[in-house]
């Protein structure tokens, strides 16, 4: 063995916090994500829901414009709760269209890279790395969803004096309501893309999986007689978490409770999935 | 320490400590019962495809977690957070952020151990520095060559100043002048007091990088050492071979052959010299001293023909590596 005159003197300097590792991660993939035009033309077409809402909105507080108009806009559309449940239908839609662009990318590139076992042979675990992807998508999805329509209520906040205060939910709302759907939306893509380890094959997978799934239960209801179709819809199960935040009629008769439970169960089993399939290492067989 | 099986009862130190490690991947054999310890310098993990390498790399990194047995790096087992930060990765396959720089890659992977930003850029930049890619370090990693790509895959596994090194096939794909280069770096890092785990498939090569061998055969480690001390504990076995280069081939073979220990004397082709197995090395050298000695045959050169890691590989497990 040769002798080794040198002593070898590790950096024991400042830190980060290792709480805050996985942010490196989530920074990369939105990154990423950004440099695609698929996600800068989904994050303008969500602009013009919002768009709408802000134009009907400065329409209700400005009379001058309604005369003008000759629209019974008032009447016909409420600046309620109705309203922003709509805006976040809509938004929670273009959310579910950008998950799909770019969910199943920025983990699909790193599996296919055997990027993994660099981000794993450092300190950071398997855990860290996955809620580091699920953050990016997070961020971009939240970007549609929550924080612009908190701008529309704003807006109107801002416009009608005394508004928010009679309507004090609706903020909460809109803000629970977005996180029933992001943590879904981004954890099942990652789950589809981890086990499909392709690209293309994940983002229509993932499209298909809301559409084929309640198909699939809806067979199950003709032959066995049973409802179980509903509680894989997932317009279905959102409107039965939202409408109760929003403090309005829910009409499909599917419970909060049972609309909770699937969602859990899809978050339990995406979850499953990416831990189980999310490795550093192959089997080789 | 050096044995031609495995050795028993590694007493655990600051070094890299295997104690009856065993990885099986489902039903298929990763390592078996591997005991070793990996002190500082270079040390070179040999075997054709398949034979463990990359889980013995897997296992010390943490990768993935042994079936069976123990693994100590530096006194802490292997997914230890104070492991992490002394570790540094090279894997075999290339793995880059799409679209990202050589200076990206080295500077984003060096995040994730909490540097905050001047001192990544700092790191990164010497990291670069060293391997000789400041030029190239703007580009992205997707316009680099074979011979770039593995420069810039070593920056970042030691642009964190890690005490070991563990790079898996870090040869593979670099021309002949990049190849002496990098032979030369990791002589450097050793001689700093680093671990420097190599892989290599390829056995001549590990002759000119390695301190210490650990040449391992369908999942076990079938010797591990210095390449001369297991070739001299196996002479019972397989007789060494020893090239004389000296001017009268012949006289000498005659001279040779009176001695008991000497099995065979082929004469080299260009009728310069000789190749003679003995079944005692000693005794060989001292008689042909006493030849040169006496005047009997005028010996140029002598060397051993066998004292390789080919060689010992071949005798080993009795088959043919590149």
Same mark, same amino acid.
């Not at chain 1, 008032?74 to 709760?81: F, N, Q």
């Not at chain 1, 580091?132 to 971009?140: C, E, Q, R, S, V």
């Not at chain 2, 270079?42 to 977690?65: E, F, H, Q, W, Y």
């Not at chain 2, 090569?205 to 010797?223: F, K, P, S, T, W």
């Given at each position: 063995?040769?002798?080794? *005159? ?49 134009? !009907? +909105? ?7 414009? /309604? ?19 709509? +805006?976040?239908?809509?938004? @929670? ?36 790395? +996955? ?25 109107? $906040? ?11 939910? /609706?903020?909460? &709302? ?14 099942? @893509?990652?789950?589809?893309?981890? !086990? ?7 983002? $229509?997978?993932? !499209? ?28 279905? +199960?959102?409107? *039965? ?9 829910? *009409? ?18 995406? *979850? ?5 399939? !999310?490795? &550093? ?5 | ?9 590694? =007493?655990? %130190? ?15 054999? %990763? ?45 802490? =087992? ?16 290339? =793995? ?17 151990? %909490? ?77 700093? %007091? ?81 190749? =003679? ?46």
């Amino acid at each position: 063995m040769a002798v080794h *005159s040198h002593v070898f003197r590790p950096y024991e300097g400042a830190r980060t916090a290792p709480g805050r590792r996985w942010m490196v991660v989530a920074r990369y993939a939105i990154a990423e994500a950004l440099s695609l035009k698929k996600t800068v033309g989904l994050l303008v077409t969500a602009a013009f829901p919002l768009l709408g809402g802000a134009i !009907v +909105i400065y329409l209700h507080h400005n009379l001058e414009a /309604i005369k003008i108009l000759e629209l019974p806009l008032k009447a016909l559309v409420p600046i309620d709760a109705k309203f922003f449940l709509w +805006i976040l239908t809509a938004q @929670c839609w273009i959310a579910f269209l950008l998950t799909a662009a770019i969910g199943a990318r920025v983990l699909v590139n790193d599996l296919r890279d055997n990027a993994l076992p660099l981000y794993l042979s450092r300190p950071l675990t398997r855990v860290e790395y +996955i809620f580091g992807k699920a953050a990016a998508i997070a961020a971009l999805t939240s970007l549609v969803t929550w924080v612009p329509s908190l701008g529309l209520v704003a807006l109107q $906040a801002s416009l009608e004096p005394g508004w928010l205060v009679a309507n004090w939910w /609706i903020a909460p &709302a809109i803000f629970l309501g977005s996180w029933a759907a992001i943590p879904l939306f981004a954890l099942v @893509c990652l789950a589809v893309a981890a !086990v499909l380890r392709r690209r293309a094959a994940a983002e $229509a997978a993932f !499209v298909a999986l809301f559409f084929v799934v309640p198909l699939i239960a809806r067979i199950f209801d003709e032959f066995l007689h049973v409802r179980w179709a509903m509680r894989f819809f997932l317009p279905a +199960i959102f409107e *039965s978490i939202w409408t109760p935040l929003f403090r309005l009629q829910q *009409s499909n008769g599917l419970s909060p409770g049972a609309a909770l439970f699937s969602l859990m169960v899809a978050l339990t089993l995406a *979850s499953a999935v990416l831990l189980r399939r !999310v490795k &550093a290492w192959e089997v080789v067989r | 320490m050096s044995a031609v099986v495995r050795t028993e009862g590694v =007493a655990s %130190g600051a070094g890299i400590v295997f104690t009856d490690v065993s990885k099986f991947y489902g039903e298929v054999l %990763g390592v078996n019962g591997v005991t070793l310890s990996i002190e500082p310098g270079i040390t070179a993990l040999v075997g054709p495809n398949g034979a463990g390498k990359s889980t013995l790399m897997n296992l010390m990194t943490g990768l993935v977690s042994p079936t069976r047995g123990q693994i100590a790096v530096l006194g802490h =087992a292997p997914r230890d957070p104070a492991v992490f930060r002394r570790l540094g990765y090279c894997a075999q396959f290339d =793995a880059f952020p799409r679209g990202a720089t050589g200076f990206q890659f080295v500077a984003g992977f060096l995040r994730l151990f %909490g540097y905050e930003k001047e001192e990544v850029s700092l790191r990164a930049r010497a990291a670069i520095e060293r391997v000789g890619l400041t030029e190239a370090a703007k580009r992205r990693v997707a316009g680099y060559s074979k011979g770039m790509r593995q420069r810039i895959k070593l920056a970042q596994a030691m642009a964190h100043d890690p005490a070991v090194l563990v790079l898996d096939e870090p040869l593979n794909g670099l021309d002949p002048m990049a190849r002496s280069e990098f032979i030369s770096l990791f002589r450097e890092l050793a001689s700093e %007091g680093r671990h420097v785990i190599v892989s290599s498939h390829i056995l001549h090569e590990v002759d000119l990088i390695a301190d210490q061998l650990v040449m391992l055969h369908q999942g076990y480690v079938a010797a591990e050492g210095e390449i001369p001390e297991m070739r001299e504990e196996m002479v019972v076995d397989r007789p060494m071979q020893i090239a004389v280069r000296c001017s009268e081939p012949s006289r000498l073979a005659s001279r040779l052959f009176t001695a008991d220990h000497v099995i065979e004397i082929k004469l080299l082709p260009d009728g310069d010299g000789l190749i =003679a197995t003995t079944r005692d090395a000693d005794r060989f050298y001292l008689l042909l001293n006493e030849l040169a000695s006496r005047g009997e045959v005028g010996v140029e050169a002598v060397a051993p023909a066998d004292e390789d890691a080919h060689a010992v590989y071949r005798y080993l497990v009795g088959s043919e590596a590149q």
